[in-house]
């Protein structure tokens, strides 16, 4: 759970950062990089829906800490997806 907590951590700071890159082009490229973000944001929620199955399998002391964070990543992903919609 770990491993993919971390990916997809990284997946989220990867798609921020793609919003800068975003902003700075327009056209044919925008248009690629606004579907490379798509395609992040479409992995982190599969990420998000697997680490929601790991949430259960993890011993009862760190569940809800498991839990949390599992659910930071979920809160992330939505608002990823909305800045996108936002930026079209």
């Given at each position: 759970?770990?491993?993919?907590?971390?990916?997809?951590?990284?997946?989220?700071?990867?798609t921020q950062s793609g919003f800068g890159r975003l902003e700075r082009l327009s056209g044919k490229e925008a248009e690629a990089m606004e579907a490379e973000?798509?395609?992040?944001?479409?992995?982190?929620t599969s990420?998000?829906?697997?680490?929601?199955?790991?949430?259960?399998?993890?011993?009862?002391s760190r569940r809800q800490n498991a839990?949390?964070?599992?659910?930071?990543?979920?809160?992330d992903c939505q608002h990823l997806q909305v800045r996108l919609v936002n930026s079209r």
């Amino acid at each position: 759970m770990e491993t993919l907590y971390h990916q997809t951590n990284g997946l989220i700071q990867e798609t921020q950062s793609g919003f800068g890159r975003l902003e700075r082009l327009s056209g044919k490229e925008a248009e690629a990089m606004e579907a490379e973000i798509q395609a992040r944001i479409d992995q982190i929620t599969s990420n998000c829906e697997r680490l929601d199955i790991l949430v259960h399998k993890e011993p009862p002391s760190r569940r809800q800490n498991a839990k949390l964070r599992a659910d930071q990543l979920r809160y992330d992903c939505q608002h990823l997806q909305v800045r996108l919609v936002n930026s079209r």
